[in-house]
């Protein structure tokens, strides 16, 4: 059983910043790589940003430049820090994460986490 537990969401004011954490939790559950993607009300759930256990990352354009993604060393824990947010960047964000369990590969998602900015 592997679980992903979210924190982090809740009203913000454009310009603000606000810091998403997801812990990945399940014996045996060894990470591939993390992300957060985020759904828009109306619009369908898009990528964020993605970090492999490697360290590597990669940004949605809408991102770039104001959001950073990392993980920790024990690569159980995504963060996602978000500045100069914008009124867009509201929605519910869901974690993410692809790795596998024993000898299957798993993709587990979060239960999402609601981020509002704004005007």
């Known amino acids: 059983q592997v679980q992903l537990v979210e924190s982090g969401g809740g009203l913000v004011q454009a310009g603000g910043s606000l810091r998403l954490s997801c812990v990945a939790s399940?014996?045996?559950?060894?990470?591939?790589?993390m992300g957060w993607y985020r759904q828009a009300p109306g619009k369908q759930r898009e990528l964020v940003a993605v970090?492999?256990?490697?360290?590597?990352?990669n940004y949605a354009d809408s991102a770039k430049g104001r959001f950073t993604i990392s993980m920790d060393n024990a690569k159980t824990t995504v963060s996602l820090q978000m500045n100069s947010l914008k009124p867009e960047d509201t929605g519910v964000y869901y974690c993410?994460?692809?790795?596998?369990?024993?000898?299957?590969?798993?993709?587990?998602w979060g239960q999402g986490t609601l981020v509002t900015v704004s005007a």
């Open positions: 399940g014996r045996f559950f060894r990470v591939n790589a």
């Open positions: 970090i492999t256990s490697g360290g590597i990352t």
């Open positions: 993410n994460a692809a790795g596998t369990l024993l000898l299957d590969d798993r993709e587990v």
